[in-house]
C-alpha cells in the first residue's frame, strides 16, 4: 500500500514537471515560429522606397523579437517556481509559505504581461492613449509664483 502512495506521489510530481517542459517548449517552439515568418518576410516595392521598407521590416521584426523573449522570460520567472514547488510538495519537500508565494508569482504574470507589452509596443501604448483619452491622473502643475508679485 506504501509503495503505491509513494508510487502515485512521484507520478504527480513527474507529471507537475513534465507539464512545465511542453508548457515552456509550446511557447518557445511557436514564438521560434513567429520570429523566423518576421524575420524573413519580404518588404513590398522596388528600388530605394524597398530599401527603406526593408530597413522597417528589420526595425519591426527585432521589436517584437525583443518583446517575445521579455513575456517568455517573464512566464519562465514566473511560471516555473510555481510547477516546481507543486512537484516539492507533492514529494514532501515544501511548506505552505512557499506554495503560497509559487501561487502568487504565477498569478503576477497576468498582471506584469501588459506591462511588457507597453514597454515594448507603440501600438499598445497609443492603443492605451486612445483607450483612455485625457484622463490625467494629477491635476496640472500651477504656474510657479514669485514672492514679490504676492
Not at 9 to 20: E, G, K, M
Not at 32 to 56: D, F, H, M, V, Y
Not at 93 to 106: E, G, H, I, M, T
Amino acid at each position: 500500500m506504501k509503495t503505491a502512495i509513494n508510487y502515485l506521489i512521484l507520478n504527480q510530481a513527474s507529471v507537475d514537471i513534465l507539464i512545465t517542459f511542453i508548457y515552456l517548449m509550446d511557447t518557445v517552439l511557436l514564438y521560434t515560429r513567429i520570429c523566423i515568418k518576421l524575420w524573413s518576410r519580404q518588404a513590398p516595392g522596388e528600388g530605394a522606397s524597398q530599401n527603406q521598407r526593408r530597413l522597417q521590416v528589420i526595425v519591426t521584426a527585432k521589436k517584437v523579437t525583443r518583446m517575445m523573449i521579455a513575456i517568455v522570460v517573464s512566464f519562465v520567472i514566473c511560471w516555473v517556481p510555481f510547477y516546481v514547488i507543486m512537484a516539492l510538495l507533492h514529494l514532501g519537500f515544501v511548506q505552505n509559505k512557499a506554495v503560497r508565494f509559487s501561487v502568487w508569482l504565477s498569478v503576477s504574470f497576468s498582471g506584469i504581461n501588459p506591462y511588457v507589452y507597453f514597454a515594448f509596443s507603440a501600438n499598445f501604448k497609443n492603443g492605451l492613449k486612445h483607450l483612455f483619452g485625457n484622463i490625467h491622473i494629477f491635476p496640472p502643475r500651477s504656474e510657479r509664483i514669485e514672492l514679490q508679485q504676492i
